[in-house]
């Protein structure tokens, strides 16, 4: 029984810092698709609204393997991340700060989704506003991955990290490239 | 005349909404299970080759233990001087079994086990 347990520790142990890195995977993904959805993209072919649904769905996905990534954290035995310590940030009595982080993008995460599902409800300025704080979440995530330092000397972790931050900082100029004001077309042509 | 065929347009974007949010999350559910099983891999490799070291560590240790003194009562023999030779063969002997067993030990799967990185994740 005592073997058995162990294993399923252990198991729960490998869950959650592989939940862990493919959250970071779709959170980058989130960034990237809510990038081209703000410069009016398209997938393809397809309408633009099919950019905004991906973004959405993969981000309620997000959610759900962060989820996985919290529930494992918190039933595993050899984590001791507290309950409180998944929701407060830096309330942990052991690595706070990096489980702070970690808290604090899961908080941040949390209230996108929320404010997002209740769009309607909120001014389009204000739903904006708290919408920025993507831009928070995803470094601070970043930086609890590659903090929590169990695979933070791992090759593929550092390779997985390195493209998805290649990735969101390649969206976030992309985004800024078209917040610059683009210069308005002179026609060349002569009216008949 | 516009609208002349929204509702198509809508149901097939909804369908490649739904196609591409169902092949990430297979592709994610994959690489979770991937990935903990790829770190399970690397652990069980990590310990099997620890407890090789450690069976071979204490012939190792010897082994370096016993040259060192070897070497240190050489050249006690060859200064002549018996108090500064005795102090030199502690000293050495101290120092090597320490580096030779810290060598050996050191894959002690720091951040694998979860035994060794308790409160992290």
Request: charged content about 10%; hydrophobic content about 50%; aromatic content about 6%.
């Amino acid at each position: 029984m005592v073997a058995v347990g162990l294993v399923d520790s252990k198991a729960i142990w490998y869950l959650m810092r592989s939940s862990g890195v493919v959250t970071l995977a779709l959170l980058t993904g989130v960034m990237v698709l809510g990038s081209a959805t703000a410069n009016r993209s398209r997938l393809g072919r397809a309408p633009r609204f099919v950019t905004a649904g991906v973004h959405r769905s993969i981000a309620l996905l997000a959610v759900v393997f962060v989820g996985i990534h919290v529930v494992t954290a918190v039933v595993d035995p050899y984590a001791m991340v507290g309950v409180v310590s998944v929701f407060v940030p830096f309330a942990g009595a052991s690595n706070a700060l990096w489980v702070g982080l970690g808290a604090l993008s899961l908080d941040v995460v949390v209230a996108l989704i929320i404010s997002s599902l209740l769009r309607h409800r909120f001014r389009p300025r204000l739903w904006r506003g708290i919408h920025w704080l993507a831009y928070l979440s995803w470094p601070v995530a970043f930086a609890h991955s590659l903090g929590m330092g169990s695979d933070a000397s791992a090759l593929w972790l550092r390779a997985v990290a390195g493209g998805c931050a290649a990735a969101v900082v390649a969206a976030v100029l992309w985004r800024l490239k078209r917040l610059e004001p683009q210069p308005v077309p002179v026609s060349l042509e002569v009216p008949a | 005349m516009t609208d002349q065929h929204p509702e198509p347009d809508r149901d097939a974007g909804l369908r490649r909404i739904r196609r591409i949010t169902g092949i990430v999350a297979a592709g994610a559910t994959g690489t979770t299970a991937l990935v903990a099983a790829a770190i399970a891999a690397g652990v069980a490799h990590k310990s099997s080759t620890a407890t090789a070291a450690k069976a071979v560590t204490p012939v190792t240790a010897t082994a370096a233990h016993n040259t060192k003194k070897a070497t240190a009562a050489a050249t006690t023999a060859s200064s002549g001087s018996g108090s500064s030779g005795s102090s030199s063969s502690s000293t050495t002997t101290s120092s090597g079994s320490g580096s030779t067993l810290g060598s050996a030990s050191a894959p002690t799967t720091s951040s694998d086990t979860p035994v060794a990185t308790s409160g992290g994740s």
